[in-house]
């Protein structure tokens, strides 16, 4: 029997959490123009209400969470927060739509980066930050967040780790999951900081500087300029901003041994050197075809934007320095390419990821092997582990649920009138988490022009690829309903 009054309580909670960071929103706004602090004041008091009475009339529930109850949450927390987090930008004014607003704020809390906006320097600073923050607070997840605060309300939150920490299992950097929680929240914070101090000393102005950080590390992509980082020219800030969308791109429980000096536990896991190894080729292959295709670039200017073109569609982070649309054909393939990639498992990055990828190319090479020695047993081994059979039909099965459902998306995009390079722009951008697609909705577009019913299916796929399928999907089975 599904626990309906847990699930109520969990919501609660993170609605009084969504309400304290709109009224953080609101004081931001006071201390500048202040025209949308309203908005946010009330927003805030309404996610205040609804989430009170949540937690009030629940707070005698059964603190029991088992697997359906976790999966239902964490599928839940990110429309629940969305709608709640979409009232500024309608009660502002600033966007009109209810269907806009949405998709702006589910884009922001599922890092996606995908934007209606078409003048987004003219934004009340207030709806700037909050949007950057949305990204921020999605990034790790709100789960995670959650998971510091649930074990004092006698709730175990084991479910609801492995449903929202993204790659095949949850890395637990301590026996107990708040702990592992505080650690990964401290880890993601202390990077967010140094990066606002390094754009601060490469002549970034603070508001930028906050902004960009908070959606750098969340591997977001949301800008405070319609131009994103193109706006700044300085190789400084570009070189900054692309260290640390690698890094968010990196397993966080590395970035930790990292912190405490265990460099050779990052050396020797493979899938950080695949992840490394593939940036580089990429990151190479990019820098010779602009400097031959692209005769104004110098060679510096060539790799500098090749390499942060590559790190930010790999990690998902969707910012841009350059419109790789007016690359040529072969480039632009490369780059779409990319858009399948994904960050490490464990990271704030979206799409596939490195691991699923790395486990698919060993598979298929093996398999290529058993078929010359059938006898041969040839296991599947990562970081010199011997993955289960389990294992492996869990990844195959995921690339092939991922793949259908993007032919799918496309198949529907196309119908509701998107060209054929932009409906898979859209679909490959929504699905990775990664803003920025090809076509229509290149770097230098945005998702205004979408008809309301696409944009609600896009929004759709930002959170399948957020929560990487299964969690939603399995929701949407009669098995999950029944008792």
Do not use: C
Request: charged share 10%; no cysteine; aromatic share 16%.
């Amino acid at each position: 029997m599904l626990n309906r009054k847990i699930i109520l309580l969990i919501l609660g909670i993170l609605l009084l959490i969504e309400a304290f960071f709109l009224f953080v929103s609101g004081l931001v706004s006071l201390g500048f123009e202040g025209t949308d602090a309203p908005a946010f004041f009330i927003s805030g008091g309404i996610a205040f209400l609804v989430g009170s009475v949540s937690f009030y009339y629940n707070r005698t529930a059964n603190k029991e969470l088992g697997k359906r109850e976790g999966f239902l949450i964490v599928s839940l927390v990110w429309v629940v927060f969305s709608l709640f987090g979409s009232l500024p930008f309608i009660i502002s004014g600033e966007i009109l739509s209810f269907t806009d607003a949405f998709f702006e704020t589910i884009s922001g809390f599922t890092t996606t980066g995908a934007s209606i906006l078409n003048d987004i320097e003219s934004m009340p600073h207030g709806l700037l930050f909050w949007r950057s923050l949305t990204q921020w607070l999605g990034g790790m997840g709100i789960i995670v967040l959650s998971l510091s605060i649930l074990p004092f309300l006698g709730i175990g939150g084991m479910q609801l780790f492995s449903a929202e920490v993204p790659g095949l299992t949850p890395d637990k950097l301590h026996p107990k999951v708040k702990e592992t929680a505080k650690r990964l929240w401290v880890i993601y914070s202390l990077f967010t900081l140094a990066e606002f101090l390094l754009l601060l000393g490469g002549g970034m102005g603070w508001f930028d500087a906050l902004n960009h950080s908070f959606t750098t590390m969340a591997t977001g992509g949301y800008s405070t300029k319609q131009a994103s980082i193109a706006y700044f020219n300085s190789p400084y800030i570009h070189y900054v901003i692309a260290i640390f969308m690698f890094i968010a791109g990196t397993n966080f429980t590395l970035s930790y041994f990292a912190l405490h000096g265990k460099l050779s536990k990052v050396w020797k896991n493979e899938e950080f050197r695949y992840y490394l190894g593939f940036v580089l080729a990429f990151t190479i292959l990019v820098t010779l075809g602009l400097y031959y295709i692209m005769d104004s670039l110098t060679l510096e200017k060539s790799f500098r934007d090749a390499l942060f073109q590559v790190v930010s569609i790999v990690t998902t982070t969707g910012f841009a320095t350059a419109d790789y649309a007016v690359w040529g054909q072969f480039l632009l393939f490369v780059i779409f390419a990319l858009m399948f990639f994904g960050g490490s498992a464990g990271s704030t990055g979206g799409g596939i990821k490195i691991v699923r990828i790395v486990v698919v190319i060993k598979n298929s090479y093996y398999e290529v092997k058993r078929l010359l020695h059938p006898k041969a047993v040839l296991p599947v081994r990562l970081n010199r582990k011997v993955m289960s059979e389990k294992v492996v039909m869990n990844v195959l099965a995921f690339i092939v649920f991922y793949f259908v459902i993007f032919v799918l998306g496309v198949g529907i995009m196309s119908s509701i009138g998107l060209d054929f390079k932009t409906a898979m722009g859209a679909v490959a951008a929504s699905l990775g988490n990664i803003g920025p697609g090809i076509g229509g909705v290149g770097p230098t577009e945005n998702f205004a022009f979408i008809p309301d019913a696409g944009k609600w299916f896009l929004a759709f796929l930002m959170l399948l690829g957020r929560l990487e399928l299964f969690t939603v999907l399995a929701i949407l089975t009669p098995v999950f309903w029944r008792s």
